[in-house]
């Protein structure tokens, strides 16, 4: 289903610097909530752990899935017998979260967008009982799956509920998926690494995923900001969008940007460094130009096909850059527009 949003509209990543939701909330609702932009529900990982991404998405998949209960070990999460502190704290924060979105965004009619970490990702991060990741086991990745694709449908009702003239875009996070198809994840010992999840393995996930969030009339963006994201396997799993860093972006990949377009779907281009020295405005609007001409589009055409946003997540940003970032973002989207300052 195509994502409907204003030409270069703006957006962010999901994550944010700092501890305080409302704050924020206020920052990305003052920033993205005009007509032209998509809000982005912030991630805290400042918090602590069940704060982060990966955190966030195992609190929801133990509420329909409670056998995928977590816990947090030295190096991060694995399955557990019952949720442990840091995923009941995770589900607490994230109410707290919506709650603060909710008072944001009242009444508001547009776009809206929140964040879960995909399934690959998540097979990739959260180890199993006997220490590996779990993608090394092939169905435990495909139970990841199937519960992502159950959670995602509760978290797009309960936003559904809160904001009901919003319409809702969930973006699933897959730093990890060319690490996965490349067989890039380490073993437990950190000697080795993981043997590579074949492409329709991977694909047949996605798309279950997405899937889902199609049948609870949501759209379905997924983010990879590693380079050379596997365009063509995106474009197949049927994601109504697809976010990068464009600043990182190998022209060899142009044709399958081109592929992914045709298609009806947007691209999501991140176009401002997530740290200092931050990028000028002409030079991060003709990025997106010079992909455009490359591909045969005119401005105009091609701004109708993008979203421009920060290349990745602002978790680790200082503020400072944040608050740069944020004012900067708006015009760049004019001037893919060709509108006045």
Not at 32 to 57: F, K, Q, S, W, Y
Not at 139 to 154: M, N
Not at 229 to 248: E, H, M, N, Q, T
Not at 264 to 269: E, I, K, P, Q, T
């Amino acid at each position: 289903m195509p994502l409907d949003v204003a030409p270069a509209a703006i957006t962010t990543i999901g994550s944010m610097p700092g501890t305080s939701v409302r704050e924020a909330v206020a920052m990305v609702v003052d920033t993205c909530a005009n007509g032209d932009g998509v809000p982005h529900l912030p991630e805290l990982p400042a918090r602590g752990p069940g704060a982060d991404l990966i955190g966030r998405t195992t609190g929801l998949l133990a509420s329909v899935a409670p056998d995928l209960a977590t816990e947090t070990t030295p190096t991060g999460w694995r399955f557990a017998d019952a949720p442990g502190r840091e995923s009941r704290r995770a589900r607490s924060w994230l109410g707290e979260d919506l709650d603060a979105w909710e008072e944001a965004l009242l009444d508001y009619d547009g776009t809206v967008a929140l964040s879960l970490a995909g399934p690959w990702t998540l097979a990739a991060a959260v180890e199993l009982r006997g220490g590996d990741r779990a993608v090394k086991d092939l169905g435990a990745s495909r139970d990841l799956a199937e519960a992502l694709s159950l959670a995602a449908v509760e978290h797009v009702a309960d936003l559904r509920r809160r904001l009901p003239l919003a319409s809702i875009s969930l973006w699933l996070d897959e730093p990890a998926l060319p690490a996965v198809l490349h067989g890039e994840i380490p073993t437990s010992s950190g000697l080795g690494r993981l043997a590579a999840v074949d492409e329709p393995v991977v694909q047949a996930a996605l798309q279950q995923v997405v899937d889902a969030v199609h049948r609870a009339e949501a759209t379905a963006v997924v983010h990879v900001c590693a380079s050379r994201p596997p365009y063509d396997l995106l474009r197949k799993a049927g994601f109504d969008a697809v976010s990068i860093d464009l600043l990182l972006h190998d022209r060899r990949d142009d044709e399958a940007v081109g592929d992914l377009l045709e298609t009806g779907a947007r691209l999501v281009a991140g176009v401002l460094p997530t740290s200092p020295p931050l990028s000028d405005v002409r030079a991060s609007v003709e990025v997106v130009r010079d992909l455009g001409h490359r591909l045969g589009h005119d401005p105009d055409q091609i701004a109708r096909r993008v979203l421009v946003s920060p290349s990745c997540g602002l978790g680790l940003s200082t503020p400072d850059h944040v608050r740069a970032v944020l004012r900067t973002l708006p015009a760049v989207a004019r001037g893919l527009r060709d509108e006045e300052a």
